[in-house]
């Protein structure tokens, strides 16, 4: 089946410690996200990559860090420096960045909680 | 601050009846987009719109929108209980950033 994936579903975290989420596509699509998703409330872009080896920060980034060293797989690390990282987040993915016809494909998300 | 904002937040309609939302926006869009969320899950692509077009159709849903007002509005007809879920808009503004709305939260009940 193609898509795209997020592992794991759930994550618990302690205080001060690293975490990173997975984020693989099959589509063979160039173009991939990641948003952070709070209780009632809509999407914010944390990072993006256009292509490979390539990524620019979105509205959120402090605390957040990312590769992008294979077109399939885009990972994002939530860092020690991240104040509330408490939330959900969401992969996507889109054929070509920046195109007006530039829909995107979400993964399942990953619901991390910092204990 | 978010570019899409909808309105209502929260809608409660019974089945067979339409469910009406409505996203405003600031800046010249390209285009503007409509997700739904079932609840823990990701977003779903639902239906996309040009700034050059007025309306569109998929299925039960219905988009419109007036870039004059800076609005485009969502239509569920016939609404079911398997239409519960979050709907966003999104837009893609002139210089190509992506903007997600706040959401509004549709509960369809029996």
């Known amino acids: 089946d193609g898509g795209i994936t997020q592992s794991p579903k759930y994550l618990f975290r302690k205080e001060g410690q690293n975490v990173t989420l997975s984020c693989e596509q099959n589509?063979?699509?160039?173009?991939m996200y990641w948003y952070r998703q709070d209780p009632g409330q809509g999407l914010r872009l944390i990072y993006y990559?256009?292509?490979?080896?390539?990524?620019q920060k979105g509205d959120i980034a402090e605390g957040y860090s990312v590769s992008r060293e294979k077109k399939e797989s885009f990972p994002l690390t939530v860092t020690s420096a991240q104040k509330n990282p408490t939330a959900f987040y969401l992969c996507?993915?889109?054929?070509?960045?920046?195109?007006?016809?530039?829909?995107?494909?979400f993964g399942p998300g990953t619901r991390l909680t910092v204990l | 601050s978010q570019q899409g904002e909808e309105d209502p937040q929260a809608l409660s309609i019974q089945e067979g009846e339409n469910a009406t939302m409505n996203c405003s926006y600031k800046?010249?869009?390209?285009?503007l987009q409509w997700y739904r969320q079932n609840s823990g899950r990701g977003l779903v692509h639902l239906i996309l719109?040009?700034?050059?077009?007025r309306e569109k159709h998929s299925g039960r849903l219905r988009v419109t929108l007036d870039t004059s007002k800076k609005s485009s509005s969502l239509l569920i007809t016939a609404s079911r209980a398997a239409d519960t879920a979050s709907y966003f808009c999104?837009?893609?503004?002139?210089?190509?950033?992506?903007?997600f709305g706040a959401g509004t939260q549709v509960v369809v009940t029996p």
């Open positions: 990559s256009q292509i490979v080896n390539d990524f």
């Open positions: 999104a837009i893609t503004d002139s210089w190509g950033k992506f903007q």
């Open positions: 996507a993915s889109s054929i070509l960045p920046r195109e007006s016809t530039d829909t995107q494909y």
């Open positions: 800046t010249s869009i390209n285009n």
């Open positions: 589509l063979n699509h160039d173009a």
């Open positions: 719109i040009r700034s050059n077009e």
